[in-house]
T-cell receptor
Framework: GAVVSQHPSWVICKSGTSVKIECRSL??????MFWYRQFPKQSLMLMAT?????????EQGVEKDKFLINHASLTLSTLTVTSAHPEDSSFYIC???????????????FGPGTRLTVL | QKEVEQDPGPLSVPEGAIVSLNCTYS??????FMWYRQYSRKGPELLMY????GNKEDGRFTAQVDKSSKYISLFIRDSQPSDSATYLC????????????FGSGTQLTVLP
C-alpha cells in the first residue's frame, strides 16, 4: 500500500492564526488526495478533495475560504486552516487513493493525522 | 437514517476470544467494502478489502460480505491485546470517484 506522511503531527495555536498541514505521498504519485476531519469518538468526515492542477472540491458545509487546499505537486497537498478558532480543534487526516490494478479495487491509504488544538 | 450503521461499542473481550464486528448499509449502490483499524491518535490502517459476497481471510482476520442482506462483518480470531483499537467499516459506490463512506467505528479492547 501507499505510504503517506503528514506534518506536523500535532500543533497548538492561538485563536485567529493560520495553520498549514502538509500531506505527502512518499511512494505513489497522486493526482487526487482527500482531507478528512475527525472529532473525538466520531468517524471520519470528508472535508474536501484535493486535485493536482485544479481547484479543490469541497463537501457541503465546508467553508472553502477557511480551509484552503493547495495540491502543489503529485506528492504534496497542503491544508491551511485560516483564522483558526477553538471549534476548529480536531484531528485532520489526509488520504491517498490508489488502484490495485484491477477494476474496482481503488481504496485509500491514510496519513497518521495532525491534531490541531486552537486556544 | 445514516447510509452506514455501525455499533459504536465499546466492546471488551478477553484475550483469545473471537471478535465479531458488524456494519449494515441501506444503499445497494455500495459495491466495495473495507475494514480499517485505527489506534488512538493515529490514522486508519487498511485491514481488509472485499468486493464480492462471501468470505475473505487474511491471517486471523476474516471479512464477510452479504450483499443481499446489506451486511458486512469482520471476525478476529485469537484476539490479542494489540488488537485493541477502533475498527471502522468503509464502503464505496461504483463510479463514486473513490470516495468512501465510513461507519462510526467500534472501539475494541482485548483484555490480557
Amino acid at each position: 500500500g501507499a505510504v503517506v506522511s503528514q506534518h506536523p503531527s500535532w500543533v497548538i495555536c492561538k485563536s485567529g492564526t493560520s495553520v498549514k498541514i502538509e500531506c505527502r505521498s512518499l511512494d505513489f504519485q497522486a493526482t487526487t488526495m482527500f482531507w478528512y476531519r475527525q472529532f473525538p469518538k466520531q468517524s471520519l468526515m470528508l472535508m474536501a478533495t484535493s486535485n493536482e492542477g485544479s481547484k479543490a472540491t469541497y463537501e457541503q458545509g465546508v467553508e472553502k475560504d477557511k480551509f484552503l487546499i493547495n495540491h502543489a505537486s503529485l506528492t504534496l497537498s497542503t491544508l491551511t486552516v485560516t483564522s483558526a478558532h477553538p471549534e476548529d480543534s480536531s484531528f485532520y487526516i489526509c488520504s491517498v487513493p490508489t488502484s490495485g490494478g484491477q477494476r474496482g479495487t481503488d481504496t485509500q491509504y491514510f496519513g497518521p493525522g495532525t491534531r490541531l488544538t486552537v486556544l | 437514517q445514516k447510509e452506514v450503521e455501525q455499533d459504536p461499542g465499546p466492546l471488551s473481550v478477553p484475550e483469545g476470544a473471537i471478535v465479531s464486528l458488524n456494519c449494515t448499509y441501506s444503499n445497494s449502490a455500495f459495491q466495495y467494502f473495507m475494514w480499517y483499524r485505527q489506534y488512538s491518535r493515529k490514522g486508519p490502517e487498511l485491514l481488509m478489502y472485499t468486493y464480492s459476497s462471501g468470505n475473505k481471510e487474511d491471517g486471523r482476520f476474516t471479512a464477510q460480505v452479504d450483499k443481499s442482506s446489506k451486511y458486512i462483518s469482520l471476525f478476529i480470531r485469537d484476539s490479542q491485546p494489540s488488537d485493541s483499537a477502533t475498527y471502522l467499516c468503509a464502503m464505496r459506490k461504483r463510479g463514486s470517484a473513490r470516495q468512501l463512506t465510513f461507519g462510526s467505528g467500534t472501539q475494541l479492547t482485548v483484555l490480557p
